[in-house]
């Protein structure tokens, strides 16, 4: 697929679950990088907030592909279960249009 997308996940982590909600999400994003869709995510912690995590992905391919196929994988299966115990509330998905980027030149 040509096509690529971007998006901010906010993932507002219970700060009795902070350890427990790093590993699962570590597991889940090793597992995802395999994928032949996938192109990058950066893994932050919110400076605000040290129990909010905040990823930002790019894929190759469309938003109703990436939740319909990927957010169904067997390796998302327990992850997507515990979400709900380590979460003080919901995830949140923000979309992105891509309108410009910049990269740096090669030296």
Same mark, same amino acid.
């Given at each position: 697929?040509?096509? &690529?997308?971007?998006?901010?996940?906010?993932?507002?982590?219970?700060?009795?679950?902070?350890?427990?909600?790093?590993?699962?999400?570590?597991?889940?994003?090793?597992?995802?990088?395999?994928?032949?869709?996938?192109?990058?995510?950066?893994?932050?912690?919110?400076?605000?907030?040290?129990?909010?995590?905040?990823?930002?992905?790019?894929?190759?391919?469309?938003?109703?592909?990436? &939740?319909?196929?990927?957010?169904?994988?067997?390796?998302?299966?327990?992850?997507?279960?515990?979400?709900?115990?380590?979460?003080?509330?919901?995830?949140?998905?923000?979309?992105?249009?891509?309108?410009?980027?910049?990269?740096?030149k090669a030296a």
């Amino acid at each position: 697929m040509s096509q &690529q997308i971007s998006f901010i996940v906010h993932l507002p982590g219970k700060p009795e679950a902070r350890e427990a909600l790093y590993s699962s999400l570590l597991n889940v994003l090793d597992e995802m990088s395999h994928e032949p869709d996938f192109v990058n995510t950066y893994l932050h912690r919110s400076a605000d907030d040290p129990d909010t995590l905040v990823l930002y992905e790019t894929w190759a391919c469309s938003a109703e592909y990436f &939740q319909n196929h990927h957010l169904k994988k067997s390796y998302r299966v327990d992850y997507e279960k515990k979400l709900g115990n380590l979460l003080k509330s919901e995830r949140r998905f923000e979309w992105l249009e891509p309108i410009r980027s910049y990269e740096k030149k090669a030296a």
